[in-house]
């Protein structure tokens, strides 16, 4: 596993709005390709990464029929297609490599769930990527494989990803990529991939404890039910992404195929035990993120209560004192204490007396 990042305890960006590049039109032919994804990349650019253990070549294209010429025979071909909206290039791509239909509209179609097809001479392996980009927003990415005896071909919504430091890897020979097979590849990409699930769990875990602070500080707004409805969000989409890539990397773990070596398949068990782990912590968070919400209405309703108890001993040291206003108040010609010379003042005093003594009264009792 390469080494994971620690977040600093980051606000999780908002997700802007965006709009649908296309809509899948319901009924259609199967088969048919139609872009379904957001980030309407109008030119697609395609990086032909070539590797053995002495030689290494990387190139970019304007065009995946360049790509195919430049391939280095009995070397490991890399071939990353940036961009789903270009579909002559994607099928293109299809037409060379003789992909099924069926997966040509797997790739461009963004709502696709995770899920692992295997076919006589390659599998195809369909998962999301997820990950802050450089202005710190959240990408969710729909990220496709096809593994071959001696190539893999990822294909990409748009430019950026997070296989920078498995392609310096590659172009420093350091690691076993460069001495091992495309079996070994689709390993480091999908490991790479759930590092920064890793990654964004960290930065959730960090999240809560902020908005737990903030709760039981007693500090809390109207504005934190935004940020803790916006959490649940992203553990949605986060539970989402890798509970089925979960079950994709345990039958990629239990497959029987001539494309995946003896030697990787340990890797990829240990990779399993990653998403796992993952799985694990997003239920954990999830439910303390539900929490969060029952935790802000408990400390709204404890501070109603607070503000209750302060106008309720209010009325009830008013009460007898009003009612004693209240009878000297009437308008009876005959009241015996009206006489009285210092009757006003000792009224008052009464009144005082009464005040201290509910005073007394509720400190005893701890009411205030």
Known sequence: MSKRVKLKKPRLPKLPKLKRAHKKI????????????????????????DYSPENHKYEVFQDVSNAFNKQI?????????????????????????????????????????????????????VFKMLYYNEEGVFMNEHISLVVGENYLITFQEADGDVFDSLRQRIANAKGRVRNAGSDYLMFAIMDAVVDHYFTLIEAMSDRI????????????????????????????????????????????????????DEKTISYIRDLYDHVTQV???????????????????????????????????????????????????????????????????????AMILVFLGLLYYFKRKKWL
């Not at 319901?26 to 990464?49: A, C, R, S």
């Not at 490991?76 to 239909?101: A, F």
């Open 73 to 125: 025979p009995g070397d490991i071909s890399w071939i990353n297609v940036n961009g789903l909206s270009d579909i002559e290039q994607i099928e293109k791509l299809g037409q060379h490599y003789n992909l099924h239909p069926l997966i040509l509209e797997d790739i461009v179609d963004t709502n696709q769930r995770p899920k692992i097809d295997e076919y006589p001479d390659y599998l195809f392996i």
């Open 279 to 349: 799985t694990d912590s997003i239920d954990i968070y999830r439910e303390m993120t539900w929490g969060l919400m029952d935790m802000y209405m408990t400390t709204i309703s404890n501070k109603m209560n607070e503000v209750m108890k302060v106008l309720t001993i209010m009325a009830s040291i008013f009460i007898p004192l009003t009612f004693m206003a209240g009878i000297y108040g009437m308008n009876f010609e005959y009241i015996p204490e009206l006489q009285m010379q210092y009757g006003y003042f000792y009224l008052w005093g």
């Open 26 to 49: 319901l009924n259609d032919i199967p088969g048919t390709l139609t872009y379904t994804g957001y980030k309407d990349q109008k030119h697609v650019t395609v990086e032909l990464i």
């Open 209 to 260: 404890e902020d908005l737990e602070d903030v709760l039981f500080s007693n500090t809390a707004d109207q504005d934190i039910t935004q940020d803790i409805q916006e959490l649940k969000r992203e553990v949605l989409r986060l539970r989402k992404a890798v509970f089925p890539f979960r079950e994709v990397v345990n039958r990629l773990e239990k497959i029987d195929s001539n494309l995946i």
